[in-house]
């Protein structure tokens, strides 16, 4: 099993303004990038903030990236894994628009009709966790299903619980040449924070992409 994060952020390590509405700081050729990383990827895996906050589709939609996915015998598409624990994915959110399989990870208290209501919007709901969603727990059930290698976009919440649980492998970080500010605005690792065994990362890559620098972590 390999988790790989990637995000971007601004210089000062935004992921977004402290509205949380959705920022492009990717320019056009590393949108392209992460779009091959989801495509080399069994799973593409948000937290529900990011589902609120973005709608995101996490689909592949370069025909060229999904042919060699069904070359190598692939599905067309990455499953779509959302972090939920008490199931507030909205139905009529797209990753619920059954372009691609969708799996909603939530804890054992969801609300039965919220659930419900997920499940008949199409998507497979795998409970992992008592109140909230127990995230080694939830990457091993991934991995029963075939989902071995999973790419997670986000956000600061889960990223940051992700490397709590020391569940990340690789970390790929594009640092646009922006800057957001705001004490409130989501950060690349958000939740609590570390006070001391600080993740020590190994970099190995850097790369610059259109007007930003990329950043290759190994964790
Ligand atoms: N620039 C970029 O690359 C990206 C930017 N973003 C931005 O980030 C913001 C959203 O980030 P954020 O609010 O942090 O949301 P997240 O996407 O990280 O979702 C957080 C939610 O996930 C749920 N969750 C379930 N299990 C866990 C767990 N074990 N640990 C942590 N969270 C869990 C929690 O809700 P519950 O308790 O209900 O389960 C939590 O509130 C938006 O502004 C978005 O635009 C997002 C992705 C990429
Ligand atoms: N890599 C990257 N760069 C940015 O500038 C971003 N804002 C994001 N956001 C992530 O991409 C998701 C959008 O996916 P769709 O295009 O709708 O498929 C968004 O939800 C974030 O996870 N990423």
């Known amino acids: ?49 990011t589902v609120l906050a973005d709608d995101p589709s996490l689909t592949v939609d370069d025909a060229e990236l999904v042919a060699e996915r069904e070359e190598r015998g692939a599905p067309p598409q990455p499953t779509r894994v959302v972090a939920d624990s ?42 992992a966790g008592a109140e909230r969603v127990d995230l080694p727990a939830a990457v091993d059930e991934l991995a029963a299903r075939g989902l071995v290698d999973v790419m997670v976009e986000g956000g600061g919440e889960l990223i940051f619980s ?13 640092v646009g040449s922006t800057l957001i500010g705001g004490r409130d605005a989501p950060t690349l690792a958000d939740g609590e924070g570390f006070v001391a065994d600080y993740p020590d990362l190994d970099l190995v890559g850097v790369e610059r992409i259109d007007d930003g620098v990329l950043l290759r972590y190994d964790c």
């Open 1 to 49: 099993m390999v988790v790989h994060v990637n995000a971007a952020t601004s210089v000062d390590g935004k992921l977004a303004s402290r509205r949380r509405e959705q920022l492009a700081i990717s320019g056009p050729a590393d949108f392209a990038r992460v779009e091959r990383v989801r495509a080399a990827n069994d799973a593409v895996m948000v937290g529900v903030g």
């Open 162 to 174: 992700l490397f709590e649980a020391s569940l990340v492998d690789e970390l790929s970080v594009y």
């Open 86 to 127: 008490t199931a507030r994915t909205p139905p009529d959110a797209r990753v619920l628009d059954g372009s691609a399989p969708t799996v909603v990870l939530v804890a054992s208290s969801a609300p039965a009709e919220r659930v419900a209501a997920i499940e008949d919007a199409g998507a497979t709901v795998v409970s």
